[in-house]
């Protein structure tokens, strides 16, 4: 759990950060464990893994669609109806009926139709999409609410496409003013 992390541990890997809802669904946890510690998140480091995909920004749309079923698979699928973090995190995020959903579909085996319910909003709020221009205002907003490390994922793409994408993600990130 994110307090206990907070407490015994000096950073945290997280997954499926929204730089809109960090505080609430991570920040506040992690910062009530540095308390109960005796700590300040002063030099805990807070590392998200946030999928990158450098494209058209016209295009948002289009590339967000290949992170449906990756996020329909965590949101829906990663543990029993009771005990899915992923599925929590989404509702913190505000998307209570679209996580049920979600989950309603992936566990009763149609995972297409889990897919084709995952919101536009959740996947663009959780992953890089877009040039390296639209890039960097994301980085800046993963900054701002509290992020120390940003680990880029550019997904299963060909290995040229990979590192075109990581240096695209570097690129932005010198543009974002945090290299």
């Not at 543990?79 to 505000?94: D, E, I, P, T, V």
Request: glycine share 10%; net charge negative.
């Amino acid at each position: 759990n994110l307090e206990q992390t907070g407490e015994i541990a000096d950073g945290a890997l997280l997954i499926f950060p929204s730089a809109e809802h960090l505080e609430e669904t991570s920040i506040r946890y992690l910062r009530a464990g540095r308390e109960k510690a005796g700590k300040t998140l002063d030099g805990f480091d807070v590392c998200p893994t946030v999928p990158l995909v450098v494209g058209d920004d016209k295009d948002v749309a289009r590339l967000a669609d290949a992170f449906r079923p990756h996020t329909a698979l965590y949101v829906g699928g990663m543990g029993s109806r009771k005990q899915n973090f992923y599925n929590q995190l989404a509702q913190r995020m505000g998307y209570e009926r679209e996580a049920a959903e979600i989950q309603d579909k992936y566990l009763s085996g149609d995972k297409e139709g889990a897919a084709a319910a995952v919101p536009q909003d959740l996947i663009d709020q959780t992953t890089l999409l877009g040039s390296v221009d639209r890039i960097a205002d994301r980085m800046r907003a993963y900054a701002e609410a509290g992020v120390t490390t940003l680990t880029l994922s550019p997904g299963d793409l060909p290995l040229e496409e990979r590192i075109a994408s990581l240096r695209a993600g570097s690129e932005a990130l010198e543009r974002a003013g945090l290299a």
